[in-house]
C-alpha cells in the first residue's frame, strides 16, 4: 500500500511541471511571428489558465515595443526622458 501510495505522490508531483511555460517579454521580442499569433488566440480564447493569460500580457507588450507605439495621451507625464 505504501509503494502504490508513493508512485502516486511522484507521479502527481511531476506531473504538475508538465504543460507550457511562461514566456518573457524578450523572448517574445525575439520572436515576433510566435507572439502575434498568440495575442491573435488571446483574443478569440474563450477562456485561459494563469500562465496563458501571463504570455498573452507578455507577448502584447513585445509588441507594442516592437511598433514603436506612443503612450496613450495623458500618460506623457509619467514617461522619464535621461
Keep these: 500500500m505504501k ?31 510566435e507572439a502575434k499569433s498568440l495575442v491573435a488566440e488571446c483574443k478569440t480564447a474563450q477562456s485561459m489558465t494563469e500562465e496563458e493569460t501571463t504570455n498573452c500580457g507578455l507577448a502584447e507588450q513585445a509588441l507594442f515595443f516592437h511598433t514603436g507605439k506612443k503612450p496613450i495621451k495623458g500618460d506623457e507625464k509619467d514617461i522619464k526622458t535621461w
Design 3 to 33: 509503494t502504490v501510495l508513493t508512485i502516486a505522490t511522484i507521479t502527481a508531483i511531476l506531473l504538475t511541471g508538465c504543460g507550457s511555460e511562461t514566456k518573457t517579454q524578450k523572448y517574445y521580442e525575439d520572436h515576433l511571428d
